[in-house]
Nanobody, 114 residues
Framework: QVQLQESGPGLVKPSQTLSLTCTIS??????????WSWIRQPPGKGLEWMGA???????YYSPSLKSRTSISRDTSKNQFSLHLTSVTPEDTAVYYC??????WGQGTQVTVSS
Protein backbone atom coordinates (compact mmCIF):
# COMPACT_ATOMS: atom_id res chain seq x y z
CA GLN A 1 0.00 0.00 0.00
CA VAL A 2 1.39 3.38 -1.04
CA GLN A 3 1.74 5.85 1.80
CA LEU A 4 2.64 9.53 1.63
CA GLN A 5 4.08 11.80 4.31
CA GLU A 6 4.46 15.57 4.13
CA SER A 7 7.34 17.33 5.86
CA GLY A 8 8.51 20.90 6.19
CA PRO A 9 8.36 23.95 8.42
CA GLY A 10 5.09 24.74 10.15
CA LEU A 11 5.74 28.48 10.24
CA VAL A 12 6.87 30.69 7.37
CA LYS A 13 7.31 34.46 7.39
CA PRO A 14 5.49 36.65 4.86
CA SER A 15 7.35 37.18 1.58
CA GLN A 16 9.43 34.03 2.11
CA THR A 17 9.21 30.74 0.22
CA LEU A 18 7.20 27.83 1.57
CA SER A 19 8.88 24.51 0.84
CA LEU A 20 7.36 21.10 1.58
CA THR A 21 8.46 17.59 0.72
CA CYS A 22 6.33 14.50 0.25
CA THR A 23 7.99 11.15 0.87
CA ILE A 24 6.44 8.10 -0.79
CA SER A 25 6.70 4.67 0.77
CA UNK A 26 5.40 1.33 -0.39
CA UNK A 27 5.60 2.38 -4.02
CA UNK A 28 7.59 4.22 -6.68
CA UNK A 29 7.20 7.83 -7.71
CA UNK A 30 7.87 6.81 -11.32
CA UNK A 31 5.55 3.83 -11.62
CA UNK A 32 2.93 3.51 -8.88
CA UNK A 33 0.59 6.25 -10.04
CA UNK A 34 0.31 8.45 -13.12
CA UNK A 35 0.80 11.67 -11.18
CA TRP A 36 1.26 13.22 -7.76
CA SER A 37 -0.42 16.36 -6.50
CA TRP A 38 -0.25 19.08 -3.91
CA ILE A 39 -3.56 20.25 -2.45
CA ARG A 40 -4.27 22.70 0.34
CA GLN A 41 -7.16 23.68 2.57
CA PRO A 42 -7.19 27.14 4.16
CA PRO A 43 -9.03 27.45 7.45
CA GLY A 44 -12.79 27.49 6.93
CA LYS A 45 -12.47 26.94 3.17
CA GLY A 46 -12.56 24.07 0.73
CA LEU A 47 -9.79 22.06 -0.86
CA GLU A 48 -7.66 23.81 -3.48
CA TRP A 49 -5.63 21.87 -6.03
CA MET A 50 -2.24 23.53 -6.45
CA GLY A 51 -0.44 21.44 -9.01
CA ALA A 52 0.94 18.06 -9.95
CA UNK A 53 3.92 16.24 -11.39
CA UNK A 54 3.46 13.15 -13.50
CA UNK A 55 5.59 10.04 -13.60
CA UNK A 56 7.58 11.43 -16.52
CA UNK A 57 8.40 14.59 -14.59
CA UNK A 58 6.03 16.96 -16.40
CA UNK A 59 4.36 19.54 -14.20
CA TYR A 60 0.91 21.13 -14.14
CA TYR A 61 -0.17 24.10 -12.07
CA SER A 62 -3.33 25.84 -10.98
CA PRO A 63 -3.64 29.02 -13.08
CA SER A 64 -4.23 31.07 -9.95
CA LEU A 65 -0.98 29.89 -8.35
CA LYS A 66 1.19 29.21 -11.38
CA SER A 67 3.32 32.34 -11.04
CA ARG A 68 4.36 31.40 -7.48
CA THR A 69 4.43 27.59 -7.54
CA SER A 70 6.94 25.00 -8.58
CA ILE A 71 6.86 21.25 -8.09
CA SER A 72 9.91 19.06 -8.45
CA ARG A 73 10.91 15.51 -7.66
CA ASP A 74 13.89 13.48 -6.51
CA THR A 75 13.46 9.98 -7.87
CA SER A 76 16.47 8.69 -5.92
CA LYS A 77 14.71 9.60 -2.68
CA ASN A 78 11.18 8.78 -3.90
CA GLN A 79 10.09 12.31 -3.03
CA PHE A 80 8.43 15.27 -4.63
CA SER A 81 8.43 18.83 -3.38
CA LEU A 82 6.38 22.01 -3.42
CA HIS A 83 7.82 25.50 -3.46
CA LEU A 84 5.48 28.48 -3.08
CA THR A 85 7.13 31.88 -3.27
CA SER A 86 6.17 35.27 -1.84
CA VAL A 87 3.78 33.83 0.71
CA THR A 88 1.19 35.89 2.55
CA PRO A 89 -1.08 35.04 5.50
CA GLU A 90 -3.65 33.93 2.91
CA ASP A 91 -1.37 30.96 2.16
CA THR A 92 -1.96 29.64 5.68
CA ALA A 93 -3.48 26.20 5.21
CA VAL A 94 -3.19 22.48 5.75
CA TYR A 95 -1.11 21.20 2.85
CA TYR A 96 -1.61 17.69 1.50
CA CYS A 97 0.33 15.61 -0.96
CA UNK A 98 -1.60 12.95 -2.80
CA UNK A 99 -1.36 10.34 -5.49
CA UNK A 100 -3.80 11.18 -8.26
CA UNK A 101 -6.77 8.80 -7.74
CA UNK A 102 -4.85 7.29 -4.85
CA UNK A 103 -3.56 7.76 -1.35
CA TRP A 104 -3.25 11.05 0.48
CA GLY A 105 -0.82 12.13 3.15
CA GLN A 106 -2.18 13.13 6.54
CA GLY A 107 -1.55 16.80 5.84
CA THR A 108 0.70 19.36 7.46
CA GLN A 109 -0.31 22.73 8.90
CA VAL A 110 1.61 25.71 7.54
CA THR A 111 1.07 29.12 9.06
CA VAL A 112 2.32 32.30 7.41
CA SER A 113 3.00 34.88 10.06
CA SER A 114 5.69 37.26 11.17
Amino acid sequence: QVQLQESGPGLVKPSQTLSLTCTISGGSITTSYYAWSWIRQPPGKGLEWMGAINNAGSTYYSPSLKSRTSISRDTSKNQFSLHLTSVTPEDTAVYYCAAVFGSWGQGTQVTVSS
